[in-house]
T-cell receptor, first 110, second 115 residues
Framework: TQLLEQSPQFLSIQEGENLTVYCNSS?????LQWYRQEPGEGPVLLVT?????EVKKLKRLTFQFGDARKDSSLHITAAQPGDTGLYLC??????????FGSGTKLNVKP | KAGVTQTPRYLIKTRGQQVTLSCSPI?????VSWYQQTPGQGLQFLFE???????NKGNFPGRFSGRQFSNSRSEMNVSTLELGDSALYLC??????????????FGEGSWLTVV
């Protein structure tokens, strides 16, 4: 059983479309991070959110941390082929121990 | 600032052998953790070291072990390799321990194939 549930697992969309990825848990996290991983490479940190209700923007990506710090979402506006990859959320539960969601595989078609 | 460095990047081993993977954290980072990533199980936490001491451990058998040196560099070892140990092994470092809201940074990983 995953501590963090990510949805959807797979997403295939056309360039220019918008999408939202969800990361849900029944546990409270002290921080939550989003990563993007490309095949054969390690995950690359996109953002860390720490305060309930926090919203962070990174160009076309918007990240939100739930008020109760149990869930998060990632919204991409006008997706581009360069956004293709595996998106992972990770919650810090105990000190420096992170639990990862199963990931969302995004494919953006030109 | 150099990132997390893992060696080797790729390796092939035979069942029953043992393997050692190495990780150099970002300069100034004292905490190093290891993860196993497979298509079926996703990213799973192996263990974490801080100041040469293992502080957290995941649910892996005793064949998986690690250590950390005084310069914060870390190694992990898998003995008596099984086919199911084939995976991407990721090392991550973070700057501090004992405080919440840490951020971990990953290396590119070591691809292990067991045949």
């Amino acid at each position: 059983t995953q501590l963090l549930e990510q949805s959807p697992q797979f997403l295939s969309i056309q360039e220019g479309e918008n999408l939202t990825v969800y990361c849900n848990s029944s546990s409270v996290f002290s921080s939550l991070q989003w990563y993007r991983q490309e095949p054969g490479e390690g995950p690359v940190l996109l953002v860390t959110v720490v305060t309930g209700g926090e919203v962070k923007k990174l160009k076309r990506l918007t990240f939100q941390f739930g008020d109760a710090r149990k869930d998060s979402s990632l919204h991409i506006t006008a997706a581009q082929p360069g956004d293709t990859g595996l998106y992972l959320c990770a919650g810090e539960h105990n000190f420096n121990k992170f639990y990862f969601g199963s990931g969302t595989k995004l494919n953006v078609k030109p | 600032k150099a990132g997390v460095t893992q060696t080797p990047r790729y390796l092939i081993k035979t069942r029953g052998q043992q393997v050692t993977l190495s990780c150099s954290p970002i300069s100034g980072h004292r905490s190093v953790s290891w993860y196993q990533q497979t298509p079926g199980q996703g990213l799973q936490f192996l263990f974490e070291y801080f100041s040469e001491t293992q502080r957290n451990k995941g649910n892996f058998p005793g064949r998986f072990s690690g250590r950390q040196f005084s310069n914060s560099r870390s190694e992990m070892n898998v003995s008596t390799l099984e086919l199911g140990d084939s995976a991407l092994y990721l090392c991550a470092s973070s700057p501090r321990q004992g405080a919440v809201r840490n951020t971990i940074y990953f290396g590119e990983g070591s691809w292990l194939t067991v045949v």
